[in-house]
């Protein structure tokens, strides 16, 4: 973050060193004013002709000329420059934040640790985290396959069923016609996506592709809770992480 510097003011500036400025030449000139008086003094108390006494005279004008551009040099001296004070500047990142295929896959896990509940939770979460309005959370039994309801960044309406299925159990084309039967008659979605902690059927992905059904296995699904894959609503239907 830059702190902002507050400038000094150039009018105040100048003003300040022109009255400096002024002082030092009335101080000068009360000064030689009275040594050049004692000097004529002197002059004639000695009895000095006019030819000393013009020498003394142009001494004076010297010291005078001499004062004026000592001056001069002093007013236009330079000033130091004021560098503006920034801290915490963000630098452009300039490295890959893509994560590893070890993180994807502790991600993946991640999710697969949780309960259906929390699983919905987190789903719900990404949603709102990639700019969903209106992002709720359904589930239960009378639900009709509508876990995660949300309205995408451009207004389109989000159904979302959440499968926690472990690694030996696959979404299969029974789980995906039954959702197929309610996301558009009942939910009315523009975008429909199963999302799952594990994997599809070959069935059930060629349902879901005749019927424009987004499908997300756990690859997929880590890959986009780590940025490096689209959401849902971004075009596809079938998406595979590796």
């Keep these: 973050m830059t702190i902002p510097v507050r400038r000094p003011r150039s009018a105040d500036r100048a003003a300040f060193s022109m009255r400096q400025t002024i002082l030092w030449f009335a101080l000068a000139g009360a ?23 013009g020498v003394a005279l142009a001494g004076t004008l010297f010291a005078l000329l001499g004062l004026r551009r000592a001056g001069g040099r002093r007013q236009a001296a330079p000033r130091p420059l004021s560098v503006p004070y920034e801290t915490g500047v963000p630098q452009p990142v ?31 979460a990404l949603c709102e985290r990639d700019g969903c309005t209106d992002v709720e959370v359904v589930g239960g039994s009378g639900d009709l396959g509508a876990d995660v309801r949300a309205f995408a960044p451009d207004g389109r309406r ?85």
Excluded at 31 to 53: D, E
Excluded at 212 to 237: E, K, Q
């Design 31 to 53: 000064v030689l004013c009275g040594c050049g008086l004692m000097l004529k003094s002197l002059v004639r108390a000695a009895g000095v002709g006019g030819a000393l006494g």
């Design 158 to 242: 989000v159904v979302i069923q959440c499968k926690r299925y472990g690694p030996v159990n696959k979404v299969g084309s029974q789980d995906m016609q039954r959702f197929g039967g309610t996301c558009f008659a009942v939910h009315e979605a523009d975008i429909a996506a199963v999302v799952t902690t594990g994997e599809f059927t070959g069935p059930a992905a060629e349902y879901a592709e005749q019927c424009g059904i987004v499908c997300l296995d756990r690859d997929a699904l880590a890959a986009w809770a780590d940025g490096s894959s689209p959401a849902p609503w971004h075009g596809g239907t079938l998406r595979h992480g590796r």
């Design 94 to 124: 300039t490295e890959s934040a893509r994560p590893e295929v070890g993180e994807r896959r502790e991600a993946a896990e991640d999710f697969a640790a949780m309960d259906a509940e929390t699983f919905e939770l987190a789903v719900a």
